[in-house]
């Protein structure tokens, strides 16, 4: 299965309500994830099993979708989210999208 | 806490092989999955395989020929070797936990690892 995220690049403000997408190439079952890496570090596992929250995880992220669209909602942006997103699909076989990267504006 | 951490060298020339160890601290290794996922630049990131906490693996089958993950459960440590690297082997490698071979939820820090001569 490919994923595809959009877009590749999001400027938004603090504040903002922000959405990013990954589409898979079939049917992913709801088995998605999505990671938070920011520059340096290592990815953090942010939503599992397409909007499950992981412990320790701010509830200002959360996640949506069904069949190939899925969403990673960030209700208010706050200043550390700087971070690029991915998601990561494990219904058939394991593979990751390209990646989001969201910056201020 | 799980912890794991990467090593191993930063340069490695066409043709030889790599090998990274990964160290984890807070859990043993002979309970659950634990992978390894490269991420090249330009952000692609890529599967590439696990051990169990049997010692069973699994590679993803672009890698199949070229990849091995091992143990030593007594210093709680996995390893990957990858054979015959080119300079498309060069990327950031992370080892991680792998929740019940569905996604990763603790990650190392990760290792770059450039292929040249």
């Known amino acids: 299965i490919q994923l595809t995220q959009s877009p590749s690049l999001l400027s938004a403000s603090v504040g903002d309500r922000v959405t990013l997408s990954c589409k898979g190439s079939?049917?992913?079952?709801?088995?998605l994830a999505w990671y938070q890496q920011k520059l340096g570090e290592a990815p953090k596992l942010l939503i599992y099993n397409t909007n499950s929250l992981q412990t320790g995880i701010p509830s200002r992220f959360s996640g949506s979708g069904s069949g190939t669209d899925y969403t990673l909602t960030i209700s208010s942006l706050q200043p550390e989210d700087v971070a690029t997103y991915f998601c990561?699909?494990?219904?058939?076989?394991?593979?990751f999208g390209g990646g989001t990267k969201l910056e201020l504006k | 806490e799980v912890q794991l951490q990467e090593s191993g060298p930063g340069l490695v020339k066409p043709s030889q092989s790599l090998s990274l160890t990964c160290s984890v601290t807070g859990y043993s290794i002979t309970s659950h999955y634990w992978g390894w996922i490269r991420k090249f630049p330009g952000n692609k990131m890529e599967w590439m395989g696990y051990i169990s906490y049997s010692g069973s693996t699994s590679y993803n089958p672009s890698l199949k020929s070229r990849i091995s993950i091992t143990r030593d459960t007594s210093k709680n440590q996995f390893f990957l070797q990858l054979n015959s690297v080119t300079t498309e082997d060069t990327a950031t490698y992370y080892c991680?936990?792998?929740?019940?071979?569905?996604?990763?939820?603790?990650w190392g820090q990760g290792v770059m690892v450039t292929v040249s001569s």
């Open positions: 079939q049917n992913i079952n709801n088995y």
């Open positions: 991680a936990r792998y929740y019940y071979i569905t996604y990763f939820d603790y």
């Open positions: 990561y699909q494990y219904n058939n076989g394991w593979t």
